[in-house]
């Protein structure tokens, strides 16, 4: 409650200096020049294609299940592609009666139920490294904020189960968290989804505990909150009170069926074992637009991100507009993993003053890339300098 009054407050400060912060955003100014005697001059807004009012950035707007905070991406930088937890987007906010000092996690298997306190799992949390997170309804082409990148601390799944009853032949992990009362106009009350074992071991999921290397917020899940590495946040439940081993025919949880175009399904499907993994294709966008004067003109540096997919990769590709080809991003540099963002960066010298869509692909076939084969990312840019 207090948390929240203080972040109202000094975003009001960040909104009423948000003027001079469009300008020059203090990360840039620290960044090496494109090309050596280049000065920043600032940056040129990035926009959606079709024009549509923008919500505020960085701000908790919105009740319950439809609350949303959008992250400002145009402030990641590569020494710092996390965002602060203050920063990171919020999809649905706590439910009002949460008591994390009452909490226990439920661990359910054939009929058996085993309860888990959370002294018990803060002594098994260890540091997960950095994961990203991505609502599947990412969809607001003026900010794309719904995604945000953490460090994050807890325990591994497996040692999770390990902790629980077992039951004979059973494939299947049931998560299931609290969820805000209320009515909503943007989703479905109830939040789990069921798993199967493999594909929960396989991604390295783990009970998030912490965030940032501190404790977990209200509004991201505390006291406890799943994380599935390369998966849709919507299968990251929040407020996870508890875990059962459910048989293979287990029919699919709502909030599957809710998201189950969202996380690009055939259709609804009614059993939980033919979802296909949630997964986040590999997926790239820009975040910045910067100008830089030269003595001899004005060059553009387009700083974007990349993130999801099913291995690393740094062909990527970008194109300024339909008529165009594409050409490779000049500075991708290879991620070590796809369970966060990476940063590149494409310096350009528009041809003329005029708007222009950019789009980014990925030049490896092997690589799925389903939302950029629908130009689901495409941002827009109107150049009026190029002297
Ligand atoms: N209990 C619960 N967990 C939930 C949700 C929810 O509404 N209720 N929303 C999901 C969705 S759709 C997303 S994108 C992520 C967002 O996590 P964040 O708010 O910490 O960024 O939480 C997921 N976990
Ligand atoms: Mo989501």
């Known amino acids: 409650m207090t948390t929240e009054r203080r972040v109202r407050r000094r975003d009001f400060l960040k ?26 001059l600032g940056t040129v807004p990035l926009e959606s294609s079709t024009p549509r009012p923008k919500p505020p950035l960085g701000l908790l707007l919105g009740e319950r299940l439809d609350a949303r905070l959008f992250a400002d991406l145009s402030t990641i930088a590569r020494e710092r ?60 082409p ?16 497996s040692t999770v189960l390990d902790l629980g009853p077992s039951a004979r032949g059973s494939q299947r992990v049931l998560v299931t968290g609290i969820d805000p009362l209320g009515p909503s106009r943007t989703s479905v009350p ?16 783990f009970l998030a505990t912490r965030m940032n ?5 209200r509004h991201h899940g505390a006291p406890l909150r799943l994380i599935v590495p390369g998966w849709y946040g919507c299968a990251c439940i929040k407020w996870v009170s508890r875990i059962d081993l459910v048989d293979d025919g287990a029919t699919a949880t709502p909030q599957m069926n809710e998201f189950a175009a969202r996380t690009h399904q055939e259709g609804a499907p009614a059993l939980a074992r033919d979802y296909a993994p949630a997964v986040v294709d590999l997926a790239a ?7 830089w004067r030269l003595p001899s003109g004005l060059v553009y540096r387009i700083v974007g991100i990349m993130w999801g997919g099913s291995k690393p990769t740094s062909a990527l590709q970008i194109r300024f507009h339909a008529g165009s ?25 528009p041809p003329a003053a005029q708007r222009y869509d950019i ?20 941002r827009s840019v109107t150049i009026d300098d190029v002297a």
């Open 359 to 378: 789009v980014l692909r990925c030049g490896d076939p092997s690589i799925r890339t389903r939302r950029l084969d629908l130009y689901f990312y495409t």
């Open 15 to 40: 909104l009423s200096c948000a003027g001079a912060a469009a300008l020059l955003p203090a990360r840039a100014a620290a960044l090496q020049p494109p090309v050596p005697g280049a000065r920043l």
């Open 190 to 205: 109830g939040a789990s989804w069921i798993f199967s074992r493999d594909d929960l071991v396989s991604a390295r999921a």
């Open 142 to 157: 003026t900010n794309f904020g719904l995604l945000s990148t953490a460090e994050w601390q807890g325990v591994p799944i």
């Open 285 to 291: 966008m820009p975040v910045r637009v910067e100008k």
């Open 213 to 217: 290397d501190a404790s977990l917020p």
């Open 325 to 349: 080809g594409f050409v490779p991003v000049n500075d991708c540099p290879l991620p070590t993993t796809t369970r966060t963002l990476t940063v590149w960066t494409h310096v350009w010298r």
């Open 81 to 140: 592609p996390t965002m602060s937890t203050e920063q990171f987007f919020v999809r649905t906010a706590a439910p009002e009666l949460l008591d994390p000092d009452r909490w226990r996690l439920s661990l359910g298997a054939g009929g058996r139920d085993l309860a888990v306190d959370l002294a018990t799992l803060d002594a098994l949390t260890a540091d997960q490294g950095q994961c990203l997170l991505e609502c599947a309804g990412n969809t607001d």
